[in-house]
């Protein structure tokens, strides 16, 4: 997620021509290790609202949560979505990797988030309100967002810009190849996550197949 204005530039990307947000986000999500009690409340609604879905799938969904609950990760929509894509293909869903300009309570932003058989799987929201320190918001959630456009309290807008989208960061990578931007994490730190998600050592073998899913796609 980022401001509508742009104007503190701050995003969840984790993308720069050098890649130092990329190299940063990486070493905090897959190095740092936070002793603390699960948010049995976030899971378990996860498993509710995604009752019907694969388990391995909702299994990924929900290793994603923890980690943005241990890490206390203040941004991430277009990284956790990119790697829960990957996860969904590798359980036969079609997903969609979907970005926009989005409104809650009256504030502007543009985020990303996933989209399977018209179920929103925003993930992101729960950090970006509750641990980035430019949240534009004064309150707390507690819960992510998993549901049908119409329930929600966020207006996601789903490809759709204003006259500021070009001035955003996640417009820098929108309409590239898929696999430019995972490969542009050093050290495959995309991919790793990826493995974090699916609780998957990261083999040659297992590289080259989730590899495919995002092969002829772009953002």
Known sequence: ?????????WTV???SRNNRSVSYHFRYILKRRTIMSKNYKGIHYIQ??????????????IRCFNLIEE????????????????CAKSCGYNPIICYGLCNLDGRDFYHAWLEINDTIIDLSIYGNVN????????YKISLPYIGKYDDSKISYGKFKFDE???KSLISQVTGK?????????????????????????LTKELFWQLRSYAENVQL
Request: with cysteine; hydrophobic share 30%; charged share 25%.
């Open 1 to 9: 997620m980022e401001e509508r204005s742009n104007r503190t530039n």
């Open 164 to 166: 500021d989208w070009n």
């Open 131 to 138: 641990y980035s320190p430019y949240s534009m918001w004064d």
């Open 71 to 86: 890490n206390k990760e203040p941004d991430g929509c277009l990284s956790n979505t990119t790697a829960l894509y990957i």
């Open 48 to 61: 509710e609202q995604l009752k019907d879905f694969d388990k391995s799938f909702v299994n990924c969904v």
């Open 177 to 201: 190849p898929l696999i430019q931007y995972i490969d542009s994490a050093p050290q495959y730190g995309m991919w790793r996550l990826v493995c974090r998600y699916m609780n998957k050592t």
């Open 13 to 15: 990307l984790h993308y």
